[in-house]
């Protein structure tokens, strides 16, 4: 759900859509915390979702750092910070304080120490530099109004082999009737690619057990060798 918001949630609204980029919906983060709460963790969001399928095609281990960007009420974090341990870490982030709030206080009850928060801006995740094994975008990146911005910070809190993980929605879910975002505020995977691409990450490979969804890995381009 953080940048704004797991398995997730919601960005600031773009007053203009960039000609490379979709445009965002109203932002809806003035519902009540129950009720995104409620909204984000029911059991059919789950269903779809397959958040333990997810963890295992990650392979996560013991120790590793993550960053849940869009993390919301902690679907995937939480889960995150049981998979990697107690010397693990997860920043669980977003741009809404108050779910964050909720997030922590959620964490404290289940023993996850390892989890914490981060109230982000629009175009920076405010992660700690050179922190992060894995970057993760879940529901989120259709919310973010200038995602190459966001890109840029994120990766100087990326690690020497990096990768970043987005599951998302293309526009034909819309028409399918899978969420009620409209086609246009969606984001094709070929423009993840893309654009990811441009940021310097390489597409690894794509898994398909989403029913709704798609699901790709990436990894950081190695540094072209100066000239000799």
Request: hydrophobic share 45%; no cysteine.
């Amino acid at each position: 759900m953080g940048i704004a918001l797991a398995a997730t949630a919601v960005l600031a609204l773009a007053p203009v859509a960039r000609p490379d980029q979709t445009q965002r919906p109203a932002p809806s983060d003035r519902r009540p915390v129950e009720e995104r709460v409620s909204r984000w963790e029911r059991p059919e969001r789950e269903a779809k979702l397959k958040p333990e399928e997810v963890l295992k095609a990650l392979d996560l281990r013991e120790g590793m750092a993550i960053a849940d960007i869009g993390a919301g009420s902690g679907l995937f974090a939480r889960r995150f910070a049981r998979a990697v341990g107690p010397r693990g870490k997860v920043y669980a982030v977003d741009i809404s304080a108050d779910i964050l709030g909720y997030l922590r206080e959620r964490a404290k009850k289940e023993g996850l120490s390892n989890l914490e928060v981060i109230v982000s801006r629009e175009d920076d995740p405010m992660l700690p530099a050179r922190s992060v094994d894995l970057a993760f975008f879940s529901d989120t990146t259709h919310h973010i109004a200038d995602r190459m911005a966001l890109y840029a910070k994120m990766s100087a809190a990326l690690k020497d082999g990096a990768r970043v993980a987005v599951i998302d929605y293309p526009p034909e879910a819309a028409t399918k009737g899978f969420t009620s975002h409209k086609p246009e505020e969606l984001v094709p995977k070929s423009q993840v690619i893309d654009e990811l691409d441009r940021a310097g990450f390489r597409f690894v490979r794509e898994w398909d057990f989403l029913p709704q969804n798609y699901f790709l890995l990436f990894e950081r381009k190695p540094a072209a060798n100066p000239a000799r």
